[in-house]
Nanobody, 122 residues
Framework: QVRLVESGGGLVQPGGTLRLSCAAS????????MGWYRQAPGKERELVAG???????NYADSVKGRFTISRDNAKNTVYLQMNSLEPEDTAVYYC????????????????WGQGTQVTVSS
């Protein structure tokens, strides 16, 4: 019922910039939280940046000062502005969202996008 679609990944040189987008579609009551995770070969999936349920933001230490998360509530879309990209940023980036399905249902379900590849290489 709910679908998350990421876009904006690709190949970029070190020091370059990418902007990822994630749009949520389908039938739901609200999005309580949205964020970005990434997973590189041989590593666990890790939080890159996210909005908390209270509207605050969290960033991984490795991306602080370089990445910025933002959102457009009217479009149910979250963005990740990625500046000063480094080879270590190479990974599959996944959008996630905590979604409340109905007003009458208080439980929240977590959804994941299919991922978008980001490759940083000269």
């Amino acid at each position: 019922q709910v679908r998350l679609v990421e876009s904006g990944g690709g190949l970029v040189q070190p020091g370059g910039t990418l902007r990822l987008s994630c749009a949520a579609s389908g039938s739901f009551f609200s999005i309580n939280a949205m964020g970005w995770y990434r997973q590189a070969p041989g590593k666990e999936r890790e939080l890159v940046a996210g909005f908390t349920t209270g509207g605050g933001t969290n960033y991984a230490d490795s991306v602080k000062g370089r990445f910025t998360i933002s959102r457009d509530n009217a479009k149910n879309t979250v963005y990740l502005q990625m500046n000063s990209l480094e080879p270590e940023d190479t990974a599959v980036y996944y959008c996630n969202a905590d979604i409340r399905a109905r007003a009458s249902r208080y439980s929240v379900d977590k959804y994941w996008g299919q991922g978008t590849q980001v490759t940083v290489s000269s």
